[in-house]
């Protein structure tokens, strides 16, 4: 088996793991949003996000260091020193970002948990966590271990369903809800430092190389602060300048909007390390190929998942949420979906910055893009709402896209089939007025439209010949191998 007929195997075995992932959230939309309050369903949303806040410091940029510096490692003394010396660093600063979390508690609460002070002490504990919950898990991508990052990924999606909906359903609330989602991140952290011992076992290490380790992900931090600002930062300010039911009323649109971006997780998962031990060995045919492919497969299914989301948010959003949120935020889902296009895309050809360690670039962008966007909604959400968030989103992820896609042109040349896409657009365009005149409504009749425009789809770009004949073999043995 060739090197990219097994990084397909692998790609295709994390992407059911990533599917279940994005869809999760999703899942759990009819019991928060039809058990909680719309208050309550904002606070948990703002609970999220804040939990998402302090990884993105406290990592220190070192997964992705371990990644770039750990991949072509064969000898599992240095493997070791490596992981360790990240491990440690990062508990060391999750800890500290997580103090002063519980510091600001009162603060916190009043501010943004609508006075929950059981909730605030919660969220120290649910940082510190899900901090480390970063590393064992990146361990999994740095080696290529599919299987198990699957199983890791699968299981905590599905006990996050299970135990925060438990909680729900059994008249806990908020905290409740809280309290579970601590259990789930508590679970996958023993589970995945399981795998990790088994693998190196325990050293103490001397922290020899974490210097560069340092180097090279230090300058990544803004843009993961900033990352997280553009995605983000909006719920706060929309708390700000309206309240935290607009909050509730946003979230879901564009949550279901942003399940698009998520496609592209299997890639951004496997793709970085079969691309740093080519370019290492200078073998660059492989890489421009592996790119190729990369963005090619990815828009093959987000650029119709992008028409078809925004045609059907309203249904959808009725089916899983209630009818006041449907009404309010619909509209978000289209922006956010163009923006998840774009956001996949980006972290393909973003790589090409990281492979002569220009981290300091995707930072530098990313403050831009964030500043620009929080800018924005500050002029623009008090005036026209939570639609000027969703495009203030789409403006912000456009910008870096294209500026990235710049600077990648310019360190290596990106064999993009600009062919494919202009048909994978045209063939969209094609099944968009099928599901205008469906007129679905409830779950049987979208979940029928949505795999009928699907197969009308894949015929057309077949019958356009947006894929070769030797990737039609191809993916037609990979499939009969799975049977």
Known sequence: MSDYELLVKRIGLTGIASLVVALSPVILLPILTKILTIQEYGIWSLILITAGFVPLVALLGLPNSMIRFLAPVKNKDEIREGYYSIALVVLCAGFVSSFFLLLFERSIAANLLGNNRTVALLLPLITFVASYNYVPQTYFRTFQQAKRYSIVSFLQAASYVILVGAFVVGGLG?????????????VIAMISTYYVLRDIGVTVPRFAELKAYLKFGLPLVPSNVSSWALGVSDRYIITFFLSVAWVGYYSPGYQLGWIISLLATPLTILVPT?????????????????????????????????????LLSKPILLVLTTPAIATNGYLITPFTAVSGVLFGVWSIIAIVLTFEKRTAIIGTIWVLGAALNIGLNLVLVPYFGIIAAALTTLLGYGFIFGVTAIYS????????????ILKSIFASILISPLVLIWHAS??????????????????????LKGFTASE????SGFLAGQR
């Open 472 to 475: 039609i073999r191809f993916f």
């Open 174 to 186: 908020l905290t409740g809800a809280t309290f579970a989602y601590l259990i789930n991140l508590l």
């Open 409 to 420: 042109i310019r360190h290596m040349t990106l064999d993009i089939d600009f062919g494919f």
């Open 442 to 463: 409830g779950l049987l009749s979208i979940s029928a439209l949505i795999v009928i425009c699907a197969v009308v789809y894949t015929a057309i770009l077949f019958v």
């Open 274 to 310: 079969a691309l740093y031990e080519h370019y290492d060995a200078n073998r660059m045919a492989e890489v421009k190929t592996i790119m190729r492919y990369s963005v090619k497969y990815f828009l093959a299914a987000a650029v119709p998942a992008a028409f078809v989301l925004s």
